[in-house]
């Protein structure tokens, strides 16, 4: 004898208020579903009825459909637009970032003798204030000279510098253990948001031009910052191979997959039978070690050849001799042209760097995307238009008391007469003693007139009465 099956033990007990709960819920589902049902939608009114009103009404109000109707079509239209747009690979733009590097110094040895600190034998001696040095790496886009003044962004919109990295380090070129502080390596990481969430803009951590930094030296050295780009469609660095079919040393990959589907399409490679099927040329049997290969199959192709970017590296030398500090000229300096330039203290070393720039469009289109202002504008027309269906079923309603009370007023007598006998009918339909459906026992009004212009005198009825009686005469 098989047990009966035990209940789940995982699942939970509903009490009695639970299931009431959902009953009720279930039955106003059930009434907001039938009350939608019973909804009126038509919103258009029949041409008869413009017959029977006095003025242009219902002529403007069908002019009104139609232009209702066009708009809807335009404003669908533009919003496929907006999101089609949003979607769209646009050309790269590109600014240039101008960073600036430079370094102060202070309680430098030379320093400490100038300002006469030192002992009396002239011997530094380090103590609480010991050699110092303050690096500033400040970063500026620089405006587009193609731009017009209005095109031109505030300043508080202006991208910055951390706008287009997420990771800054800084590395020395010497030993840590022979660093003063034990330092070998400084480092900054931008905050990762949830998806869907944005950095705050007041936010100095992670919202600045200008990145600083002290540390203890009094010699010269050597670093490299190293930029790591932060871009929204991740780049790659391409295989020789593929920069070679693509003409660039740097792509995305949906970039990759597009340039691949546009050099077949100009190289006429594809079949005739199957436009997915690739014949490979010389480029891309290097590429692809086939001859022939499916396109769908592209982009795991790709993932191969596809390397991350190394981060952009800046060279530096750390000075805190007095000719740099101080903007002396070195001795070594005996050109006629370097005798007549002045030299400013602490100048700094320039980079101009090629940065990804958004597409300018991309805020207005998501904005008009993501806007929720109209919300309440889609309510009214909503509102307004139930009003209208309301309105055109009672036009309908008076539309049919109107023909009612014209068939009456035109010849009582017959009209009288067609509405006995379609009530009498109603009545034994819901009684049940109508013996077929349709009238089909002679008892409709139809077959109870008579002349040629009646049922009986047709030529339809006189072809069957004729061959009934052929059929029911007997044989001689």
């Known amino acids: 004898m098989v047990a009966p099956p035990q209940a789940h033990q995982g699942q939970p007990q509903l009490t009695a208020a639970q299931i009431q709960q959902q009953h009720l819920e279930s039955l106003r589902r ?36 139609e232009i209702e109707r066009r708009l809807d079509a335009v404003m669908m239209r533009k919003r496929l637009d907006i ?52 690096v500033k790496i400040e970063g500026r886009l620089l405006d587009d000279p193609e731009d017009d003044e209005a095109d031109k962004p505030a300043p508080q919109h202006r991208p910055r510098l951390s706008t287009f990295f997420k990771q800054i380090s800084i ?20 905050k990762q948001m949830p998806p869907g969430q944005q950095l705050d803009p007041t936010d100095s951590e992670n919202n600045f031009d200008t990145l600083e930094f002290t540390r203890k030296a009094d010699e010269n050295i050597n670093i490299t910052i190293n930029l790591t780009r932060d871009e929204k469609s991740e780049r790659f660095k391409l295989s020789p191979e593929l920069a070679e079919i693509l003409d660039t040393e740097e792509e995305d990959r949906a970039g990759a997959v597009q340039g691949i589907w ?24 290097k590429l692809f070690k086939a001859d022939q290969v499916y396109f769908p199959y592209v982009p795991d192709a790709l993932v191969a050849h ?26 070594d300096s005996s050109s006629d042209g370097d005798a007549t330039e002045e030299l400013k203290p602490c100048r700094p070393t320039v980079y101009d760097i090629r940065v990804p720039m958004p597409n300018p469009l991309q805020h207005q289109l998501t904005r008009f995307q993501t806007s929720k202002s109209h919300l309440n504008d889609l309510q009214t027309i909503v509102k307004i238009d139930d009003d209208l269906a309301l309105l055109v079923q009672k036009i309908h309603q008076t539309n049919a008391k109107r023909k009612f009370y014209n068939n009456l007023a035109k010849d009582p007598t017959s009209f009288v007469k067609r509405w006995i006998s379609s009530q009498q009918r109603d009545l034994e339909i819901i009684l049940a003693e109508a013996t077929r459906g349709g009238g089909e026992d002679a008892t409709n009004e139809e077959f109870r007139r008579g002349g040629r212009d009646g049922v009986w005198g047709s030529e339809l009825a006189r072809e069957s009465v004729g061959l009934w009686l052929a059929r029911s005469s007997k044989p001689h």
């Open 30 to 65: 059930q009434d907001l579903a039938r009350r939608q049902a019973k909804k009126p939608t038509d919103r258009e009114i029949p041409d008869e009825v413009s017959e029977a009103i006095v003025g242009d009404g219902v002529g403007r109000y069908k002019q009104l459909r």
């Open 83 to 134: 999101s089609d747009n949003l979607q769209r690979r646009y050309t790269r733009r590109e600014g240039i970032l101008r960073i600036w590097i430079s370094n102060t110094a202070e309680g430098q040895p030379w320093q400490v003798m100038e300002e006469g600190t030192a002992n009396e034998d002239g011997i530094f001696e380090f103590g609480e204030n010991q050699a110092t040095y303050k």
């Open 171 to 190: 590395d020395f070129d010497r030993d840590p253990n022979l660093q003063p502080d034990g330092f070998s390596q400084i480092e900054w990481r931008k």
């Open 262 to 285: 546009e050099y077949c399409r100009a190289m006429g490679l594809q079949e005739d039978d199957d436009k997915r099927k690739i014949i490979c040329d010389e480029p891309l049997r």
């Open 306 to 331: 596809l390397h991350p970017l190394p981060p952009i590296q800046l060279q530096y030398t750390i000075r805190v001799d007095k000719s740099y500090i101080k903007g002396e000229r070195d001795e």
